[in-house]
């Protein structure tokens, strides 16, 4: 494989990983909203969740690998997996390391949950909430398409679609319909038939 290509095959990837962590996460703050509506069943948006969590685990996969084997980033196995121990841009790798190892103790005790339990599950899974900026900035940083128009459009989609989803998600928490949106959240539309039969296949709300 050649040296561009490599190059093309780690930007590429990561940049598709950031787009498809954005949407995980945004999904995972729908998940915990419980959200659901006429044409789209709850139960929907957590597995929409899991199917794209697992894609953007893959290209994670892709843009590591890619990153270790490209010889201009000279990344190495060990600056791939200990943060800031690159020499190529050291923080900004740094925080895509560490934005990784978060992510894989989300998958982790995500794998592991009837283990753990609940309540550990939880606490940990707060951490894609720490693992997303990281991210993000890992890409803004070590990127070299940032002066690009088109990529200043994706990062600025993936960060306000994160943003927007968080204001939606504290304003249905605090403002005085809350406890309405809860109802409709738990099912009084009909959903408690849906939930007897996909509820061994729907992730609990976090």
């Not at 940049?15 to 509506?37: A, D, E, N, Y």
């Not at 969590?53 to 084997?69: E, R």
């Not at 005790?109 to 997303?132: E, P």
Request: aromatic share 8%; glycine share 10%; hydrophobic share 55%.
């Amino acid at each position: 494989m050649s040296t561009q290509l490599l190059w093309f095959a780690t930007r590429g990837s990561g940049i598709v990983s950031m787009m498809l962590f954005s949407l995980v996460v945004v999904l995972g703050i729908l998940t915990t909203m419980r959200w659901q509506s006429a044409g789209w069943p709850r139960f929907l948006t957590a597995e929409l969740h899991r199917t794209i969590s697992l894609l953007s685990v893959a290209f994670i996969v892709a843009h590591i690998v890619t990153s270790i084997l490209d010889p201009f980033a000279k990344l190495g196995i060990e600056a791939a997996v200990i943060p800031f121990a690159s020499s190529y841009r050291p923080l900004w790798v740094g925080l895509g390391v560490l934005s990784m190892d978060l992510g894989i103790a989300v998958l982790v005790t995500s794998l592991l949950k009837a283990r753990i339990g609940q309540r550990a599950w939880r606490l940990v899974h707060w951490l894609a909430y720490a693992s997303w900026p990281l991210a993000i900035l890992h890409t803004i940083g070590s990127g070299s398409d940032n002066g690009a128009a088109w990529m200043f459009a994706i990062d600025v989609v993936c960060i306000g679609s994160v943003c927007l989803a968080l204001i939606w998600r504290i304003l249905a928490s605090r403002g005085p319909n809350a406890g309405a949106l809860e109802e409709i959240a738990t099912g009084a539309g009909g959903m408690n038939g849906v939930r007897g039969v996909t509820g061994a296949r729907r992730a609990p709300g976090r």
